[in-house]
């Protein structure tokens, strides 16, 4: 019995183990986890039994067949027992997937799969956002950043490849863009970490800090499992100094300064390089270099190094290290005029061996750029105003730096002015120029105040080595500088340096500088001279867009000078294109406006950042506005006014019109809030006649406090009011007056008499006040202009009669193609009409003869020419042609040839071995003066030519 059931139970066993063999791996994975979670259990429930001394034999038979469990296991599992398990954070876990992720996403963006980086990007995303839930993670981890910048740059480099993006398949080409669309919306909330990542991308102090967690992770739990066996740490070994830094000074020779420079300028731009330390070093070179040549080449070194330490365009040099540079290149100043010796030479070749000193006092030449130092310095300065909030102190500590940079290009001017450099003046002098042509006269006097104070608290700055990284920099202006106390001579003399000796450009911002100073200190003519004299306006759009912002800015600061000096239609001619392009923040570069129908890539993203004014150089807008809207204002009610049947007719201002036309559909118009109503408001108040309550909604605008007299100013709106309102009012009643009283017009509108007869009569003059004058009486007589029934018929038949010229000049403009000389002004007629001189006849509509000198023709059916579609017209004259039309319209013919009947909207005509044809233009050949119809203007063309000519027209 017992062999028996050994027998059935080793059967047993025997089946059990062959299912345990034909398992998957993967259920025996699952298993053996099961499996050691149950022994986990049974230990400590045996742990905690074992304390009871008392226990009964069923708990031992128990111990010992776990016992045999584990011997068992233990034998089975004999070739595995060399190799140690590892046990891993679940941070670590989660950081190395998303390292591998990473890498296989720099893998597709190798080849330019942006569908499979498109899939990818989503795991990514996924993936950290576990590694967000996990606990201890509160950053996002430093190459989940460095991967967003890289794909960053690697979408803007393909989307400025149109051959690549043209070789893509359309799934991969609609992957593109969808990633585009992501990258953007995923980037924002990261944006501060890829700024930082941009300034510093070599820093690797949080990666080398997730390296010591996960070695020390690993380590504890290696002591957990393996003792002091299986505890393995990171050593870092720390640098050693350089051999130069713990030599004595008085040791470090002429040429071991010379050898330790090259090795410094071999190594820039390296991979690997650090950048800080290459600083430090030429710092201290700088301190123990010998004689003045060596100095100033270390210092040049010195200053190139500061500047690579922010690669980045889009990023600004901080201040700390602006000042440093501020420091060494006033030092380079002044070893030059102390040495006059030393050459500076930007092609001199840095590799040319120097043993030793030149002791003789002969000329030595060293390598430097003082020009492009200086423009460097002005362009960080500029970005740093561009980026720095404006409502904050660290903007006016900001610009209390701008004092000291003018003394370094001052000094630097007058270097070049010493060696007579005229290739290198007019830079630095526009740069000074662009420092000074926006400041009023309070604010130079304010700036020369804080040069003289801070000259005052200190004659000598902090040395630049005093700390590291962020630290406070000390920097004054030099005791030699002296600011002239008059701004307009400083930039005269300035503006007459670049004339003499500058560019085309440079000659051209010097201009538009002067125009824009002499602007906002309310010399009108003086600038508008300047700008007709200088035919600016003629080649502007051919130039840089920085001068074309310029150009906007001084045209704004025209028209607010003309308007100041009371000269309405001078500032609403100043200010029409820039308030009518609707787009005046991108024209001044003061801010971005995104629409629906504009799509911007990053680039030009980008690039209109770059270009946008720092906050105390912008013109407000909102006076912008409101100069204009007063000026179209006071120029369109009265010209309404005198065209009651059409007041479109003789538009002065489009914009105007439109806003207007805006409020006037509006149900319910409330008080007015912005700029526009208050305009708008004063508007309907000026063309009912009521000046007082037009000037009161005018007067409530906040922008008057930006004017710099306002007193004078609203003094004279004021008074163009009530002038403007005089004549809305002469225009509108005086048809219903047999005479006005001088007397009572001067007390309705509270005019000066004089103001008042001076207006009346520039009215009679013009004929748009049908009067005379009463001097006796002092009163206006109104001459009755009614019309009578002849002259009414006679008025139709004038408007009429010019219906018909101009549907007979355009049949024979379809007829001649248009193409007719004028000896008078070589002006050919288009298509709507031709020019004066040009008609040859007349011609009646509806039936009747068409007239002609020198041809003949025949309007069969009756129908109007303007209706030609069911016509036929045929028609022979002196040029022997006959035409015919078809069933779409229109007139052929040719000299000395015949055109064929056409069905469609072309046709062949023979004109001497040509050939012509239109659908909805006309092809001709022959010499010819052809006209161009752009919407409903007419623009003929300059001069004759002789080949194909082409004319848009519609029929």
């Given at each position: 019995?017992?062999?028996?059931?050994?027998?059935?139970?080793?059967?047993?066993?025997?089946?059990?183990?062959?299912?345990?063999?034909?398992?998957?791996?993967?259920?025996?994975?699952?298993?053996?986890?099961?499996?050691?979670?149950?022994?986990?259990?049974?230990?400590?429930?045996?742990?905690?039994?074992?304390?009871?001394?008392?226990?009964?034999?069923?708990?031992?038979?128990?111990?010992?067949?776990?016992?045999?469990?584990?011997?068992?296991?233990?034998?089975?599992?004999?070739?595995?027992?060399?190799?140690?398990?590892?046990?891993?954070?679940?941070?670590?876990?989660?950081?190395?997937?998303?390292?591998?992720?990473?890498?296989?996403?720099?893998?597709?963006?190798?080849?330019?799969?942006?569908?499979?980086?498109?899939?990818?990007?989503?795991?990514?995303?996924?993936?950290?956002?576990?590694?967000?839930?996990?606990?201890?993670?509160?950053?996002?981890?430093?190459?989940?950043?460095?991967l967003l910048v890289e794909l960053e740059d690697f979408l803007i480099?393909?989307?400025?490849?149109?051959?690549?993006?043209?070789?893509?398949?359309?799934?991969?080409?609609?992957?593109?863009?969808?990633?585009?669309?992501?990258?953007?919306?995923?980037?924002?909330?990261?944006?501060?970490?890829?700024?930082?990542?941009?300034?510093?991308?070599?820093?690797?102090?949080?990666?080398?800090?997730?390296?010591?967690?996960?070695?020390?992770?690993?380590?504890?739990?290696?002591?957990?499992?393996?003792?002091?066996?299986?505890?393995?740490?990171?050593?870092?070994?720390?640098?050693?100094?350089?051999?130069?830094?713990?030599?004595?000074?008085?040791?470090?020779?002429?040429?071991?300064?010379?050898?330790?420079?090259?090795?410094?300028?071999?190594?820039?731009?390296?991979?690997?390089?650090?950048?800080?330390?290459?600083?430090?070093?030429?710092?201290?070179?700088?301190?123990?270099?010998?004689?003045?040549?060596?100095?100033?080449?270390?210092?040049?070194?010195?200053?190139?190094?500061?500047?690579?330490?922010?690669?980045?365009?889009?990023?600004?040099?901080?201040?700390?290290?602006?000042?440093?540079?501020?420091?060494?290149?006033?030092?380079?100043v002044k070893l030059l005029e102390e040495n006059p010796h030393v050459?500076?030479?930007?092609?001199?070749?840095?590799?040319?061996?120097?043993?030793?000193?030149?002791?003789?006092?002969?000329?030595?030449?060293?390598?430097?750029?003082?020009?492009?130092?200086?423009?460097?310095?002005?362009?960080?300065?500029?970005?740093?105003?561009?980026?720095?909030?404006?409502?904050?102190?660290?903007?006016?500590?900001?610009?209390?730096?701008?004092?000291?940079?003018?003394?370094?290009?001052?000094?630097?001017?007058?270097?070049?002015?010493?060696?007579?450099?005229?290739?290198?003046?007019?830079?630095?002098?526009?740069?000074?120029?662009?420092?000074?042509?926006?400041?009023?006269?309070?604010?130079?006097?304010?700036?020369?105040?804080?040069?003289?104070?801070?000259?005052?608290?200190?004659?000598?700055?902090?040395?630049?080595?005093?700390?590291?990284?962020?630290?406070?920099?000390?920097?004054?202006?030099?005791?030699?500088?002296?600011?002239?106390?008059?701004?307009?001579?400083?930039?005269?003399?300035?503006?007459?340096?670049?004339?003499?000796?500058?560019?085309?450009?440079?000659?051209?911002?010097?201009?538009?500088?002067?125009?824009?100073?002499?602007?906002?200190?309310?010399?009108?003519?003086?600038?508008?001279?300047?700008?007709?004299?200088?035919?600016?306006?003629?080649?502007?759009?051919?130039?840089?867009?920085?001068?074309?912002?310029?150009?906007?800015?001084?045209?704004?600061?025209?028209?607010?000078?003309?308007?100041?000096?009371?000269?309405?239609?001078?500032?609403?001619?100043?200010?029409?294109?820039?308030?009518?392009?609707?787009?005046?923040?991108?024209?001044?570069?003061?801010?971005?406006?995104?629409?629906?129908?504009?799509?911007?890539?990053?680039?030009?993203?980008?690039?209109?950042?770059?270009?946008?004014?720092?906050?105390?150089?912008?013109?407000?807008?909102?006076?912008?506005?409101?100069?204009?809207?007063?000026?179209?204002?006071?120029?369109?009610?009265?010209?309404?006014?005198?065209?009651?049947?059409?007041?479109?007719?003789?538009?002065?201002?489009?914009?105007?019109?439109?806003?207007?036309?805006?409020?006037?559909?509006?149900?319910?118009?409330?008080?007015?809030?912005?700029?526009?109503?208050?305009?708008?408001?004063?508007?309907?108040?000026?063309?009912?006649?009521?000046?007082?309550?037009?000037?009161?909604?005018?007067?409530?605008?906040?922008?008057?406090?930006?004017?710099?007299?306002?007193?004078?100013?609203?003094?004279?709106?004021?008074?163009?009011?009530?002038?403007?309102?005089?004549?809305?009012?002469?225009?509108?009643?005086?048809?219903?007056?047999?005479?006005?009283?001088?007397?009572?017009?001067?007390?309705?509108?509270?005019?000066?008499?004089?103001?008042?007869?001076?207006?009346?009569?520039?009215?009679?003059?013009?004929?748009?006040?049908?009067?005379?004058?009463?001097?006796?009486?002092?009163?206006?007589?109104?001459?009755?202009?009614?019309?009578?029934?002849?002259?009414?018929?006679?008025?139709?038949?004038?408007?009429?009669?010019?219906?018909?010229?101009?549907?007979?000049?355009?049949?024979?403009?379809?007829?001649?193609?248009?193409?007719?000389?004028?000896?008078?002004?070589?002006?050919?007629?288009?298509?709507?009409?031709?020019?004066?001189?040009?008609?040859?006849?007349?011609?009646?509509?509806?039936?009747?003869?068409?007239?002609?000198?020198?041809?003949?023709?025949?309007?069969?059916?009756?129908?109007?020419?303007?209706?030609?579609?069911?016509?036929?017209?045929?028609?022979?004259g002196v040029r022997g042609g006959v035409g015919r039309v078809g069933?779409?319209?229109?007139?052929?013919?040719?000299?000395?040839?015949?055109?064929?009947?056409?069905?469609?909207?072309?046709?062949?005509?023979?004109?001497?071995?040509?050939?012509?044809?239109?659908?909805?233009?006309?092809?001709?050949?022959?010499?010819?003066?052809?006209?161009?119809?752009?919407?409903?203007?007419?623009?003929?063309?300059?001069?004759?030519?002789?080949?194909?000519?082409?004319?848009?027209?519609?029929?």
């Amino acid at each position: 019995m017992k062999c028996s059931s050994y027998d059935s139970d080793f059967v047993l066993r025997a089946k059990e183990a062959s299912k345990f063999w034909a398992a998957s791996s993967s259920d025996e994975e699952e298993e053996e986890e099961e499996e050691e979670l149950e022994n986990e259990e049974e230990e400590d429930s045996s742990s905690e039994e074992g304390s009871d001394s008392d226990s009964d034999s069923d708990s031992d038979s128990d111990d010992e067949s776990a016992d045999d469990f584990l011997k068992s296991d233990g034998g089975s599992n004999s070739d595995s027992d060399d190799d140690k398990r590892v046990i891993r954070r679940a941070r670590d876990k989660r950081l190395s997937e998303l390292s591998a992720c990473c890498d296989e996403m720099r893998n597709k963006m190798k080849i330019n799969d942006w569908s499979s980086i498109q899939s990818l990007f989503d795991e990514l995303n996924k993936r950290l956002e576990k590694i967000q839930k996990t606990p201890g993670s509160a950053n996002e981890p430093r190459q989940y950043i460095k991967l967003l910048v890289e794909l960053e740059d690697f979408l803007i480099e393909t989307l400025g490849n149109k051959d690549m993006k043209k070789k893509m398949s359309p799934t991969n080409a609609k992957a593109l863009n969808t990633m585009r669309q992501r990258l953007k919306k995923n980037n924002v909330q990261y944006a501060e970490q890829i700024n930082k990542f941009r300034e510093n991308p070599e820093s690797t102090e949080e990666e080398e800090e997730e390296e010591e967690e996960v070695s020390e992770s690993d380590g504890d739990e290696g002591r957990g499992e393996g003792g002091e066996e299986g505890f393995e740490t990171k050593q870092h070994v720390a640098k050693k100094k350089d051999k130069l830094l713990t030599m004595d000074p008085r040791d470090i020779t002429y040429e071991l300064v010379t050898k330790k420079l090259r090795e410094i300028i071999m190594s820039r731009g390296r991979r690997g390089t650090d950048k800080q330390e290459q600083v430090e070093m030429l710092s201290y070179l700088s301190t123990v270099a010998k004689g003045p040549a060596q100095r100033f080449e270390v210092l040049s070194q010195l200053v190139s190094s500061l500047f690579d330490l922010n690669p980045s365009m889009s990023a600004y040099l901080k201040t700390s290290v602006w000042k440093k540079c501020i420091i060494n290149l006033l030092e380079m100043v002044k070893l030059l005029e102390e040495n006059p010796h030393v050459k500076v030479d930007e092609n001199y070749d840095q590799s040319e061996e120097r043993t030793e000193e030149a002791t003789d006092g002969s000329e030595v030449k060293v390598w430097g750029n003082l020009v492009a130092f200086v423009e460097r310095l002005d362009d960080e300065m500029f970005k740093s105003l561009q980026v720095i909030d404006p409502h904050t102190h660290e903007y006016m500590s900001r610009l209390k730096d701008e004092p000291v940079f003018l003394a370094l290009a001052q000094k630097v001017l007058d270097y070049l002015t010493r060696i007579g450099d005229t290739k290198n003046m007019p830079k630095i002098a526009l740069r000074l120029v662009e420092h000074f042509y926006f400041k009023t006269a309070n604010v130079y006097d304010a700036m020369r105040k804080l040069t003289q104070q801070q000259q005052q608290q200190a004659d000598v700055a902090v040395p630049e080595d005093e700390d590291e990284g962020d630290e406070k920099v000390e920097v004054k202006v030099p005791s030699d500088y002296v600011m002239s106390e008059d701004c307009h001579a400083v930039l005269q003399q300035l503006v007459t340096l670049i004339f003499r000796s500058g560019d085309e450009r440079t000659k051209a911002r010097a201009m538009l500088c002067s125009i824009f100073h002499k602007a906002i200190h309310d010399d009108f003519y003086g600038a508008r001279d300047m700008l007709l004299m200088s035919h600016l306006q003629d080649s502007v759009q051919h130039m840089d867009i920085s001068t074309q912002i310029l150009y906007n800015r001084s045209m704004a600061q025209l028209g607010l000078s003309a308007f100041r000096s009371g000269l309405i239609y001078e500032a609403h001619s100043c200010l029409n294109d820039l308030y009518g392009s609707m787009h005046i923040k991108e024209l001044l570069a003061q801010g971005m406006s995104m629409t629906k129908y504009q799509e911007k890539t990053p680039e030009q993203e980008l690039m209109e950042k770059r270009r946008q004014m720092p906050f105390h150089m912008h013109i407000t807008l909102e006076l912008v506005e409101s100069v204009y809207l007063i000026s179209a204002m006071l120029l369109e009610v009265p010209n309404m006014a005198a065209n009651p049947l059409n007041p479109k007719k003789k538009m002065i201002s489009k914009s105007f019109h439109r806003v207007l036309d805006t409020y006037n559909r509006q149900m319910f118009t409330g008080p007015p809030e912005n700029v526009r109503d208050h305009v708008m408001a004063a508007t309907k108040a000026l063309m009912r006649g009521d000046w007082t309550k037009s000037y009161q909604y005018l007067t409530a605008l906040t922008v008057w406090n930006l004017m710099p007299q306002k007193t004078n100013v609203l003094g004279m709106l004021k008074t163009k009011l009530q002038s403007e309102a005089l004549r809305t009012y002469l225009f509108t009643h005086s048809s219903q007056y047999n005479s006005l009283s001088l007397d009572q017009l001067c007390q309705m509108f509270e005019l000066p008499e004089k103001t008042v007869y001076n207006l009346v009569s520039k009215m009679m003059m013009t004929e748009d006040l049908h009067g005379s004058w009463d001097q006796p009486t002092r009163t206006i007589v109104m001459h009755n202009m009614d019309a009578s029934r002849l002259q009414q018929l006679a008025l139709q038949f004038a408007d009429k009669a010019m219906v018909m010229i101009d549907l007979n000049e355009r049949a024979l403009a379809y007829r001649t193609g248009g193409l007719r000389d004028n000896d008078d002004d070589g002006v050919g007629g288009g298509a709507g009409g031709a020019a004066p001189g040009t008609r040859s006849g007349t011609g009646r509509r509806g039936g009747a003869w068409v007239e002609e000198e020198g041809s003949q023709g025949r309007l069969r059916s009756g129908a109007k020419l303007s209706m030609v579609r069911n016509t036929a017209i045929q028609g022979q004259g002196v040029r022997g042609g006959v035409g015919r039309v078809g069933s779409t319209g229109g007139l052929g013919g040719g000299r000395g040839g015949q055109s064929t009947r056409y069905q469609s909207s072309s046709f062949l005509g023979r004109s001497g071995g040509g050939v012509g044809g239109f659908s909805s233009a006309y092809v001709g050949q022959g010499p010819a003066r052809t006209g161009y119809r752009v919407g409903s203007q007419n623009m003929s063309s300059l001069g004759s030519y002789r080949g194909e000519g082409r004319r848009d027209d519609q029929l």
